[in-house]
């Protein structure tokens, strides 16, 4: 790596992707002498370059000559949600950030929420699924957000010995930096334009603590140690889970006298998608946390799960509590609610439809894929190709063909991700995006005629759009009347219970007047 070059003959090799990519450095070695191939920050793994530098060892189709893989990351997914699994075959030891701070591995760590009210429902994605970088620099670099960014940390970890900042771009690191400078605090900042020199003087300054704030913008998020850090501002939104854990991270290193590190979470809009730390430990996105360690986050999620939801009164009879989550009155108000479609969207730009419990579908005339929550951190990702898409008068038992599963993950947001990276592969955008222009024009005439002739009632085509019509006649084709039926017959069942319990306690009140014979 840079000014050092292996021989190809030693018993041991560390070598950079890069490096074994640069001219024709992959020849000194002979594949055939190699056991083991050991691959750091493994979650890169199914990148070009790695698969190159992956095939050139006989790795990418391993034979029993080739030698074994092992790959290690501190965060072993991929936002994209490309399949580790083509190149990594079995995890055999996982352990997650809080086990890890409970066992001593990692410093523990204080947290603490602080409402930015940056609007980011305009900010477009990046390729990666991810904000677009200049377009969230222009929703947080704002002098406001960054004032109250500063007066958090005064206010909150003043006394801390050193504050690592991740701000979106340069531009925004500077302007931080500057806004923590007109508070007579001495921040400075390191971005990929800093040279060499500059990065290293900082960076030693820095581990000797000799000033308390450090601004930077995507150069520590991997493999960078510096284990006097004491607190982290996340003055980044991030749609990535990864990305999040892996600035966290930074604070965790363990370093003598080092109590915990305070993590700071500027929190924007949570309209879209956006991952922070209350989400990362499965608490509610709106949960705010006011230095709370990691014992009190755990028990904060404990009361959460032991709480209902919506909380019932406490005097209200068991009978009359319906066994829904929502009661509709029509079957219009079950095809055109759109709330459960909300979480999966904040994920996805793609026009996903939730058609029953745990189950998603986007569908085009050519083919559709299933999301489908088979069990608790078990859910699957199906694909089915249209029989006959060019003949759609043609009778069929089923339009659809054979199922065949594409990707299975832990969660919701993992199974979407290559779901996503599927369809858009796979289906022209104009037909899966949500956004696209004809999803706002006026409902079809065909699409008018297929819901009128199923729906007890008549809808105007002027209260529907395309998009909508698209997204109930989905609904409707995988049950969703079945599905308000027996929802009715529930509440009718409930409404009957409500009445009976009623009449008891009027029967049990005792008040003043005459009483009836």
Known sequence: MANSHA???????????KSMLSKDRMKKFDPSRFKLVLVDEAH??????YRDVLGYFN???PSPDSPVLVGVSATFSRFDGLKLGTLIDYIVYHKDYIDMIKDKWLSDATFTTVKSYADLSKVGKA??????VAELSIAVNTKTINDIIVRSWLSR???RRSTLVFGVDIEHVQSLTEAFRSYGIDARYITSRSTKEQRTKELDAFRNCEFPVLVNCGLFTEGTDIPNIDCVILARPTRSKNLLIQMIGRGLRLYPGKEDCHILDIVGSLETGIVTTPTLFGLHPDEGLDEVKVKDVEKIKEEQEKSPEPKKPKDLPPESISVEVTDYDTVHDLLADSSHEKHIRQISDLAWVHVSRGRYILETRTGRIIISKVADNDFRVHYSMALFPDQPRKRVKSPWGSLREIASAFNLEEAVRAADTFANRTFPQIFIHRGQPWRHFWASENQMRYLNKRLPYELQRKDVTKGDAADMIIKIKNGAIGEFEKMAATKRKKNRAEKREEA??????????????
């Open 157 to 159: 970890a003043a006394k």
């Open 127 to 132: 390729s990666n699924g991810d904000f677009n």
């Open 504 to 517: 008891l306690r009027q029967r049990e009140q005792v008040q003043v007047g005459p009483l009836e014979g």
């Open 59 to 61: 790795l990418t189709e």
């Open 44 to 49: 890169h793994i199914v990148a070009r370059s």
């Open 7 to 17: 021989s190809g003959a030693a018993d041991i090799t560390i070598a950079s992707v």
